[in-house]
């Protein structure tokens, strides 16, 4: 799958995942490993900044909660860093672990039984949306009076 197989794709879609939807993934994924906290979940707002069009000048949006964490795995010592939106201080620790085995010899098994299918939901999601949005979409279309 596009987008999971590098650091910057897979804490996208970490970040961006419904919280429902990954807790369900990581209690199919087995046993959580063993794992110290070096930044414990804390909630906090950042600037969420917009631009007008895409392309104009940056302007401030306005304030998001989000919680962010980082911890280091008892086994190998590899270290997960998570930053997700809203107060879901567990959804923080499963990226978090998540990001952690990525680094490890599980990345494999952890692509497999969490992210692919992770992505895969949230590409469906994304169509299914999409047309539901077609749905309602209206052509316009002009005719010619024969009028010069």
Request: with cysteine.
């Amino acid at each position: 799958m596009t987008g999971i197989d590098t650091r910057q794709g897979w804490m996208g879609l970490l970040a961006r995942a419904p919280a429902m939807a990954l807790a369900e993934l990581w209690a199919g994924f087995g046993a959580e490993p063993g794992f110290s906290w070096l930044r414990p979940p804390e909630t906090g707002a950042v600037m969420v900044r917009g631009r007008m069009g895409g392309t104009g000048a940056a302007f401030n949006l306005g304030e998001m909660t989000v919680t962010r964490c980082v911890l280091k795995l008892d086994e190998g010592g590899a270290v997960g860093h998570a930053c997700v939106q809203g107060r879901d201080r567990d959804k923080a620790r499963r990226a978090a672990l998540i990001d952690a085995l990525m680094q490890t010899g599980r990345a494999e098994d952890c692509r497999s039984k969490v992210l692919g299918p992770l992505a895969a939901r949230m590409e469906e999601a994304g169509r299914a949306r999409a047309a539901r949005a077609a749905a309602t979409k209206v052509e316009f279309f002009t005719m010619v009076r024969g009028e010069d």
